[in-house]
C-alpha cells in the first residue's frame, strides 16, 4: 500500500491456528479438486470418435491455460490492487507539471528501501506531487490518501514491473515451438526406422533427448560455463538476458534442423509411396536428435533465464506477481501453439482435408510449418534484443541505492 506509519499488533496463538488451519484446508481442497478436474474434463470426450478425439487434444491445452490465467490473476488482480492506487493518482494529476526538481516528490520509505528516481514513464511520477487535499485528518492527526498520493518509491516499483512485461511478451514463442516438438516429432518418429541393433526404440520415448539435453546444458553450464565465465568476465555466468536470448537462439535454430530432416523425410516417403501402408521409411530416428536436443538446451537457458529476470528484476513487494507472470509465459504458448495449427490448418488445408499439417504427414507439409516456426522465432529473436538492450540501459538506473 502507499499508506505508511501503520500500527501492526502481533498475532497471537488462536489466531496463528486459524490462519494455519485454512492454509491446510485449501492446500487439501486444491490437491483434490486438481487431481479431479482434469478428468472429470476428458470424461466429455469419446477416444474412438477421431473428431472428439482431436477436440482432446486442444482441451489440455486451454486446461492449463485457464489454470495458469485464474494463478495470475489471482497474484495480480487480488494481491496488487492495493498498490495499483498509484495509477489512479497518477490520472487525477495527468494535467499537473512535473517538477524539475525530483526531492519534490512524496517518500516516506526508509532510506535504505528506497528505490532510485528513474526518467521513464515520467507520468507516472505525478503521484507523488503532494497538492493541497492529499491527506485526510483522523483523530491522532492527518493521513495520506492513497487515491490521491503516493510514495515515490511504489511508483517506481510500478515502473520496475512494467519493464519486465515487453520480456514476456517475447518469451511467449519459445513455449509455442516446445509445444509443437513434443507433438509433431512423434508423429515423424512413428513413419522413420526406429530400431538400433536389435532393440527397438518407441517414438514416444525419444522425448527422453529433451531431459537429456536439459541435464546435459545445466550440468555443462555449471561445471565448465560457469567457471570459466567468472575468470574471463568476473561474472557467474551469463546474465538473465544473455540466457532467455541464448534459448531464443537454440530454439530458431532447432526449428530450422527440424524443417531439414522433415524435408528429407518427405523425400523418403515419396520415393516408397508413403507408409499407409504400413511401410518404415529407411531412414533413421535418430536424425531427429538435433532438434530435440537444440530445442531442450534452449528449454534449459531460458527456464532458468526467465526465473531469474522476474524475480530478482520484480520489487520485493511483488515477487508472487513475477512468478505468475512467468508462468504464464508456459501456458500462453501452448495457446498460441493450438491456435497456431487452427490458422495453418484453415489457411493451407483444401476441401479433403490437405494442407501442411495432414492428418497423413507423408501427405502434408511439415517442413513448411516448421519454417513458419522459424521464422517467427527469428522475427521474435530480433524484437528480443532490441527490448534486451533497452531493458539493460533502463535496469541499471533501478537498482536499489543506500542514501546517506
Not at 190 to 199: P, R
Amino acid at each position: 500500500m502507499c499508506q505508511s506509519n501503520m500500527n501492526f499488533q502481533e498475532a497471537n496463538g488462536f489466531q496463528m491456528g486459524i490462519l494455519y488451519l485454512a492454509l491446510y484446508l485449501i492446500s487439501l481442497g486444491t490437491g483434490g479438486l486438481k487431481s479431479s478436474v482434469s478428468g472429470f474434463g476428458t470424461d466429455q470426450f469419446d477416444e474412438k470418435n477421431e473428431a472428439e478425439k482431436t477436440q482432446m487434444a486442444y482441451f489440455f491445452n486451454r486446461f492449463f491455460f485457464f489454470i495458469s490465467l485464474g494463478t495470475l490473476t489471482a497474484v495480480t488482480v487480488l494481491v496488487y490492487i492495493q498498490d495499483a492506487v498509484v495509477l489512479v493518482a497518477a490520472i487525477k494529476k495527468r494535467n499537473m507539471d512535473l517538477p524539475y526538481d525530483t526531492g519534490i516528490f512524496y517518500e516516506n520509505t526508509p532510506k535504505g528501501s528506497r528505490v532510485h528516481h528513474t526518467n521513464q514513464f515520467r507520468c507516472l511520477d505525478k503521484a507523488a506531487i503532494m497538492t493541497e487535499g492529499d491527506f485526510v485528518k483522523n483523530g491522532s492527526g492527518s493521513t495520506m490518501n492513497p487515491w490521491k498520493l503516493c510514495i515515490m518509491t511504489r511508483v517506481e516499483e510500478v515502473k520496475m514491473m512494467a519493464r519486465l512485461l515487453p520480456v514476456w511478451a517475447t518469451t511467449i514463442i519459445f513455449w509455442t515451438t516446445y509445444a509443437q516438438m513434443i507433438t509433431f516429432s512423434v508423429e515423424q518418429a512413428s513413419t522413420m526406422k526406429q530400431s538400433i541393433g536389435g532393440f527397438i526404440i518407441p517414438a514416444g520415448s525419444l522425448t527422453v533427448f529433451f531431459v537429456l539435453a536439459i541435464l546435459l546444458t545445466c550440468a555443462v553450464y555449471d561445471c565448465l560455463i560457469i567457471p570459466f565465465w567468472e575468470k574471463w568476465k568476473g561474472t557467474p555466468g551469463f546474465t538473465d538476458i544473455q540466457q532467455m536470448g541464448l534459448g531464443l537462439i537454440l530454439s530458431t535454430l532447432g526449428m530450422v534442423a527440424a524443417a531439414i530432416v522433415e524435408m528429407k523425410r518427405l523425400s523418403v516417403a515419396k520415393s516408397v509411396g508413403g507408409t499407409t501402408t504400413g511401410n518404415t521409411l529407411q531412414i533413421s530416428v535418430f536424425m531427429l536428435i538435433p532438434q530435440f536436443f537444440l530445442v531442450g538446451a534452449g528449454e534449459a537457458f531460458i527456464y532458468t533465464g526467465q526465473l531469474d529476470f522476474f524475480i530478482t528484476r520484480s520489487p520485493k513487494s511483488m515477487k508472487t506477481m513475477s512468478t505468475g507472470l512467468f508462468l504464464t509465459t508456459l501456458s500462453l504458448g501452448f495457446f498460441m501453439s493450438s491456435f497456431l495449427v487452427s490458422v495453418v490448418k484453415k489457411v493451407t488445408g483444401s476441401h479433403n482435408g490437405e494442407g501442411w499439417l495432414a492428418d497423413d504427414i507423408d501427405h502434408g507439409r511439415l517442413d513448411c510449418f516448421y519454417g513458419l516456426l522459424a521464422f517467427l522465432g527469428v522475427i521474435n529473436l530480433v524484437v528480443y534484443l532490441v527490448i534486451a538492450a533497452w531493458n539493460k540501459k533502463e535496469y541499471k538506473e533501478t537498482k536499489m541505492v543506500d542514501v546517506v
